[in-house]
């Protein structure tokens, strides 16, 4: 089925942000570039076209006719094609469920496959004398012509498009290269004297003039084939993960739901939820979609939507969100919001926009090309009219024309940027950086900015025990002991911090006996016959306990910090405090200094107040804070930055960071966090320490550096073969040395990576 029917059989999605096409056949950012002209020459069209992403926003006027935009693209000599139906799944984002398999990855692929197992045999007879045996060079046709025609088509096919649009590309060198090398060896095997019987070329690096006539260079064009396969088809590979962070963000949901019916739970699909149904949440479960809490009170985990570590306390009339955890007492919810509605879908929305709008960095081979192509063919056009015109035959003057061609093609090229990030992100993996593609190297160089989100990135993202204040005459172990022995019996987040801070100071707890849970105040019991209290102030004073002076004025201080206290007495008489709060993590501080060295603005970025922020800023050493942002507005904040001129890195962890990590310049996700916030970002600190952070972008400058260096190398052993080649003086054994050197050379400088060292280590 062609491209425009297949468009035609589709929905189109048209909304008030207009029409979004999926691109095919895109080998750069120039041809994001070239489709985006065409298609903002229409009239009353405005189109983005972002080549990481492979998709078109295009703005149009009402009733525009979608398949005219398809026809567009593919007049430009790509493929389009709408998304599939927003009702594909609730939220309204496109999922892959494998329908539609990636067919261009897959023809990649087994192009790929093929030129290496008739490569090697090809490289191996040419280089090596002794396995020239009587009709090897035959042999080696047979083998590299599949290879040059069949697996480098979609380089010829680009260098085509380039051609007709009269730009040249990375695509262009290759096909250019590759043809004009085999070109010349069909020439000289039928109508030279390379196709003689027990022809070989010798081990001989000797510099003569030649007619051509007897050298053939299949092991050159269909070597470059393969080595610039494999790196295309890695990073394509690499590419194609764009979309995983929608995936990761359906898959948070809640899949069932228990209604009432008639006062009767009922299980069904979350899908088949509506608006106004009453639905019931037990202790663990996740809440199925936005709501306002009908009866029933509990403490709500919000950690995985929002990143902030202290539960949320709700009750009748208090709202709550979908894919959030219950982590107390059985709720009964009414259904606000359902499907795309929701704020886990307008989430994934946003992750979408701030992925298709940022921006694509075209490849540092396709900016060389473009210089390097141009000046090769005037080369070649030179050197074949200063041969015609010093009366040298046509056959010796065409000779060294195709000779610049077929030196200027640099094998290394191909694995300038796959080596490099081969041992780069190897050395990564090993110091708990993930680095996703080539693409976010180039964004290290030119960060100035990194924002922080604040729980679980620069603090534990924990609720922990941090300090305990007794009162006079009682014994701070018997605090702990006591009050972490009845808090270990209830479900409560913070009652669970205390009771792992009691254990970690104190050793094993008592059980407590009598244990009653009081709502929303605190618990009581009996442990080892004492009558305790543990809550809120008011539980307390409702036993006719009050908080000596200097305890009370140590609680309102540690509560106007942002902490958490709770109360503790027994046997009729106020004991002490426990503070619970979200610690800082003790690298933190080390590692704020560490992106400070590399030239960094850090700034810290939270939806707690402004309080706590400023005490956790001031403790790691950070100037500038930006607090009570709310989730869906941290994408804002990271945009106004880049508004302001701030190349802008975001380092994050929750769900509610996925957008902010999309729509910055470098995203950076902390492992420890979620899946979708892993998804949306460029590179994953897998230990979720942030000093990770500082080597994530040493080591992505230190890696762009190195390809940078080799890509000059690539080209460098191949320039300086031109003039050797424009004087008629190439030899095969010469093309082929330039092309193992290089290659040599790029390797070895890329193993150079291996050495690099963590900040932790230094």
Same mark, same amino acid.
């Given at each position: 089925?062609?491209?425009?029917?297949?468009?035609?059989?589709? *929905?189109?999605?048209?909304?008030?942000?207009?029409?979004?096409?999926?691109?095919? !056949?895109?080998?750069?950012?120039?041809?994001?570039?070239?489709?985006?002209?065409?298609?903002? $020459?229409?009239?009353?069209?405005?189109?983005?076209?972002?080549?990481?992403?492979?998709?078109?926003?295009?703005?149009?006027?009402?009733?525009?006719?979608?398949?005219?935009?398809?026809?567009?693209?593919?007049?430009?000599?790509?493929?389009?094609?709408?998304?599939?139906?927003?009702?594909?799944?609730?939220?309204?984002?496109?999922?892959?469920?494998?329908?539609?398999?990636?067919?261009?990855?897959?023809?990649?692929?087994?192009?790929?496959?093929?030129?290496?197992?008739?490569?090697?045999?090809?490289?191996?007879?040419?280089?090596?004398?002794?396995?020239?045996?009587?009709?090897?060079?035959?042999?080696?046709?047979?083998?590299?012509?599949?290879?040059?025609?069949?697996?480098?088509?979609?380089?010829?096919?680009?260098?085509?498009?380039?051609?007709?649009?009269?730009? +040249?590309?990375?695509?262009?060198?290759?096909?250019?290269? *590759?043809?004009?090398?085999?070109?010349?060896?069909?020439?000289?095997?039928?109508?030279?004297?390379?196709?003689?019987?027990?022809?070989?070329?010798?081990?001989?690096?000797?510099?003569?003039?030649?007619?051509?006539?007897?050298?053939?260079?299949?092991?050159?064009? =269909?070597?470059?084939?393969?080595?610039?396969?494999?790196?295309?088809?890695?990073?394509?590979?690499? $590419?194609?993960?764009?979309?995983?962070?929608?995936?990761?963000?359906?898959?948070?949901?809640?899949?069932?739901?228990?209604?009432?019916?008639?006062?009767?739970?009922?299980?069904?699909?979350?899908?088949?939820?509506?608006?106004?149904?009453?639905?019931?949440?037990?202790?663990?479960?996740?809440?199925?979609?936005? !709501?306002?809490?009908?009866?029933?009170?509990?403490?709500?985990?919000?950690?995985?939507?929002?990143?902030?570590?202290?539960?949320?306390?709700?009750?009748?009339?208090?709202?709550?969100?979908?894919?959030?955890?219950?982590?107390?007492?059985?709720?009964?919810?009414?259904?606000?919001?359902?499907?795309?509605?929701?704020?886990?879908?307008?989430?994934?929305?946003?992750?979408?926009?701030?992925?298709?709008?940022?921006?694509?960095?075209?490849?540092? =081979?396709?900016?060389?090309?473009?210089?390097?192509?141009?000046?090769?063919?005037?080369?070649?056009?030179?050197?074949?009219?200063?041969?015609?015109?010093?009366?040298?035959?046509?056959? &010796?003057?065409?000779?060294?024309?195709?000779?610049?061609?077929?030196?200027?093609?640099?094998?290394?090229?191909?694995?300038?940027?796959?080596?490099?990030?081969?041992?780069?992100?190897?050395?990564?993996?090993?110091?708990?950086?993930?680095?996703?593609?080539?693409?976010?190297?180039?964004?290290?160089?030119?960060?100035?900015?990194?924002?922080?989100?604040?729980?679980?990135?620069?603090?534990?993202?924990?609720?922990?025990?941090?300090?305990?204040?007794?009162?006079?005459?009682?014994?701070?172990?018997?605090?702990?002991?006591? &009050?972490?022995?009845?808090?270990?019996?209830?479900?409560?987040?913070?009652?669970?911090?205390?009771?792992?801070?009691?254990?970690?100071?104190?050793? +094993?707890?008592?059980?407590?006996?009598?244990? +009653?849970?009081?709502?929303?105040?605190?618990?009581?019991?009996?442990?080892?016959?004492?009558?305790?209290?543990?809550?809120?102030?008011?539980?307390?004073?409702?036993?006719?306990?009050?908080?000596?002076?200097?305890?009370?004025?140590?609680? &309102?201080?540690?509560?106007?910090?942002?902490?958490?206290?709770?109360?503790?007495?027994?046997?009729?008489?106020?004991?002490?405090?426990?503070?619970?709060?979200?610690?800082?993590?003790?690298?933190?501080?080390?590692?704020?200094?560490?992106?400070?060295?590399?030239?960094?603005?850090?700034?810290?970025?939270?939806?707690?107040?402004?309080?706590?922020?400023?005490?956790?800023?001031?403790?790691?050493?950070?100037?500038?804070?930006?607090?009570?942002?709310?989730?869906?507005?941290?994408?804002?904040?990271?945009?106004?930055?880049?508004?302001?001129?701030?190349?802008?890195?975001?380092?994050?962890?929750?769900?509610?960071?996925?957008?902010?990590?999309?729509?910055?310049?470098?995203?950076?996700?902390?492992?420890?966090?979620?899946?979708?916030?892993?998804?949306?970002?460029?590179?994953?600190?897998?230990?979720?320490?942030?000093?990770?952070?500082?080597?994530?972008?040493?080591?992505?400058?230190?890696?762009?550096?190195?390809?940078?260096?080799?890509?000059?190398?690539?080209?460098?052993?191949?320039? +300086?073969?031109?003039?050797?080649?424009?004087?008629?003086?190439?030899?095969?054994?010469?093309?082929?040395?330039?092309?193992?050197?290089?290659?040599?050379?790029?390797?070895?400088?890329?193993?150079?990576?291996?050495?690099?060292?963590?900040?932790?280590?230094?």
């Amino acid at each position: 089925m062609s491209t425009q029917a297949a468009a035609n059989n589709r *929905t189109p999605l048209v909304a008030d942000a207009g029409i979004e096409l999926e691109i095919g !056949g895109m080998t750069c950012a120039s041809c994001a570039n070239r489709i985006e002209k065409k298609l903002n $020459k229409l009239d009353g069209v405005t189109a983005t076209v972002n080549y990481a992403t492979e998709k078109a926003k295009v703005t149009v006027p009402e009733g525009y006719d979608p398949t005219l935009l398809v026809a567009e693209v593919e007049k430009t000599g790509y493929t389009a094609a709408m998304p599939r139906p927003q009702d594909a799944n609730p939220s309204g984002t496109t999922t892959d469920d494998g329908e539609a398999p990636d067919s261009e990855l897959t023809s990649l692929k087994h192009r790929l496959i093929g030129a290496i197992v008739l490569t090697v045999p090809v490289i191996a007879m040419a280089m090596v004398p002794a396995l020239q045996f009587t009709y090897w060079q035959w042999a080696s046709l047979a083998l590299a012509a599949p290879v040059i025609v069949w697996a480098a088509w979609p380089f010829h096919k680009a260098a085509w498009t380039n051609l007709r649009h009269g730009t +040249a590309t990375m695509d262009t060198l290759i096909s250019m290269g *590759t043809t004009a090398a085999f070109l010349w060896s069909l020439y000289a095997l039928f109508l030279g004297t390379a196709g003689t019987p027990g022809m070989t070329h010798p081990f001989e690096f000797t510099i003569a003039p030649s007619d051509g006539a007897g050298n053939i260079y299949l092991e050159a064009a =269909a070597g470059v084939t393969m080595f610039i396969l494999a790196g295309r088809y890695f990073e394509k590979r690499s $590419k194609r993960q764009a979309g995983a962070a929608l995936r990761a963000l359906l898959e948070l949901g809640a899949k069932e739901v228990s209604v009432l019916r008639d006062g009767t739970e009922v299980k069904i699909p979350t899908s088949e939820l509506a608006v106004g149904d009453e639905f019931v949440v037990r202790p663990g479960e996740k809440i199925a979609t936005d !709501g306002t809490v009908v009866s029933g009170t509990s403490a709500v985990d919000a950690s995985m939507l929002t990143g902030e570590s202290v539960p949320v306390e709700v009750a009748s009339g208090d709202p709550v969100t979908g894919a959030t955890v219950n982590a107390g007492g059985r709720l009964v919810i009414r259904a606000t919001r359902v499907g795309a509605d929701t704020q886990l879908a307008q989430m994934a929305k946003l992750v979408e926009d701030a992925q298709t709008g940022k921006a694509a960095v075209q490849r540092l =081979a396709d900016r060389i090309s473009g210089v390097f192509v141009p000046i090769v063919i005037a080369i070649s056009v030179i050197a074949l009219g200063a041969w015609l015109g010093a009366g040298f035959p046509v056959t &010796a003057a065409f000779t060294a024309a195709v000779a610049v061609l077929v030196i200027a093609c640099p094998c290394a090229l191909g694995l300038a940027t796959p080596t490099a990030l081969l041992v780069g992100t190897g050395r990564g993996a090993q110091m708990g950086v993930l680095i996703k593609g080539p693409e976010v190297l180039e964004s290290t160089r030119k960060v100035d900015t990194v924002v922080l989100d604040k729980t679980g990135t620069v603090t534990t993202g924990r609720m922990t025990l941090v300090d305990a204040i007794t009162e006079p005459g009682t014994d701070r172990v018997e605090l702990l002991r006591l &009050a972490g022995a009845l808090e270990d019996a209830s479900e409560h987040p913070i009652a669970q911090a205390i009771a792992k801070g009691a254990v970690q100071e104190v050793g +094993a707890l008592p059980s407590p006996e009598d244990f +009653a849970n009081i709502e929303g105040k605190g618990v009581q019991g009996v442990v080892d016959g004492h009558g305790v209290l543990v809550g809120r102030e008011s539980l307390l004073a409702d036993w006719s306990q009050q908080l000596s002076t200097d305890v009370a004025a140590a609680k &309102a201080a540690a509560e106007d910090e942002g902490k958490t206290v709770v109360a503790v007495g027994w046997d009729g008489t106020s004991r002490g405090i426990l503070v619970v709060a979200d610690a800082v993590k003790p690298t933190s501080a080390e590692a704020i200094a560490g992106l400070k060295d590399l030239g960094l603005t850090p700034v810290l970025l939270t939806g707690d107040n402004e309080a706590v922020a400023k005490r956790i800023a001031a403790e790691v050493g950070i100037a500038q804070v930006i607090a009570e942002v709310l989730p869906k507005d941290k994408v804002d904040v990271v945009t106004r930055l880049q508004n302001e001129g701030r190349v802008v890195a975001m380092v994050g962890d929750g769900v509610n960071d996925a957008p902010a990590l999309a729509q910055a310049d470098l995203g950076l996700a902390m492992g420890t966090g979620t899946d979708v916030a892993i998804e949306a970002s460029d590179i994953t600190l897998v230990r979720g320490d942030l000093r990770a952070a500082v080597d994530a972008i040493r080591l992505s400058r230190k890696t762009l550096g190195t390809i940078k260096t080799n890509l000059f190398w690539a080209f460098a052993y191949n320039v +300086a073969a031109i003039p050797i080649a424009a004087l008629g003086m190439l030899n095969p054994m010469l093309a082929g040395a330039a092309m193992a050197f290089s290659s040599v050379f790029v390797v070895g400088n890329s193993l150079r990576l291996r050495g690099f060292r963590s900040v932790a280590t230094q």
